[in-house]
């Protein structure tokens, strides 16, 4: 007869293993490719906002320009993500502590956002205030540069996706590109180079990880039982 402690240790070894296994199989809905190509093609769409707003002359149009851009993608990749995964992978909830993980991130994302609505308000006021502009932008794109490599490295821990921590990086140094040239040097990137030229290698990325994943997981003729993994 087993002892309490060997019964204690069994049950804390499978909750070990059902714990991996709820990380691999959360793993396996983001080896899809297409979040990878989202953030790709975000940038590719600030960075023709970007060039709209020069275009016209006006900043209100290229940020709207950009939402637009935004909603268009971030929708149609929530229909196709949804049907791609739920043919091939199934249905999958994950356990109360990866919800958590989940809403962390989400609630870092708004924050980011947030956090960039105030840097630039910041940067306006001190603009206003008798600070040069030329500090203003030399400091502005180093909180972008954080803001990024903070956000996406979060989302790299919290979602077990490490790549991320390399986009974030990409993304950081779009701020840089596109400011720091012009107001040190007297040397302006395109808007499209400086968003373009760290958005190739992750939609290349992305798109490598979208075929392997058509690949290794084809379609399923028949509904697939909805698993819920993981502990509290």
């Given at each position: 007869m087993e002892s309490p402690l060997t019964q204690e240790m069994i049950t804390v070894a499978q909750l070990a293993d059902l714990k991996s296994l709820e990380k691999q199989a959360f793993r396996k809905f983001y080896e899809d490719g297409l979040l990878d190509v989202?953030?790709?093609?975000?940038?590719?769409?600030?960075?023709?906002?970007?060039?709209?707003?020069?275009?016209?002359?006006?900043?209100?149009?290229?940020?709207?320009?950009?939402?637009?851009?935004?909603?268009?993608?971030?929708?149609?990749?929530?229909?196709?993500?949804?049907?791609?995964?739920?043919?091939?992978?199934g249905h999958f909830t994950p356990g109360p502590g990866r919800r958590r993980k989940i809403t962390s991130t989400r609630l870092i994302l708004l924050a980011s956002a947030v956090l960039g609505v105030i840097a630039f308000g910041v940067g306006a006021v001190a603009n206003g205030g008798g600070i040069s502009a030329t500090a203003v932008e030399v400091w502005l794109p180093l909180v972008w540069f954080v803001n990024a490599t903070v956000v996406l490295g979060a989302m790299a821990y919290l979602l077990d996706v490490p790549r991320f921590y390399l986009y974030g990086v990409l993304f950081g140094l779009v701020g840089p590109l596109l400011i720091w040239p012009d107001v040190l040097w007297d040397s302006r990137v395109p808007p499209l180079v400086a968003f373009g030229a760290p958005a190739v290698?992750?939609?290349?990325?992305?798109?490598?990880?979208l075929t392997h994943f058509l690949k290794d997981y084809p379609a399923q003729p028949t509904s697939r039982q909805e698993t819920v993994l993981g502990g509290s």
């Open positions: 989202l953030f790709g093609l975000m940038m590719v769409g600030m960075s023709v906002g970007a060039v709209v707003e020069d275009w016209l002359d006006n900043e209100a149009m290229g940020l709207l320009f950009m939402l637009g851009i935004a909603v268009v993608l971030v929708t149609s990749l929530k229909i196709v993500r949804v049907q791609l995964l739920r043919s091939r992978l290698p992750i939609i290349i990325i992305g798109l490598w990880k």
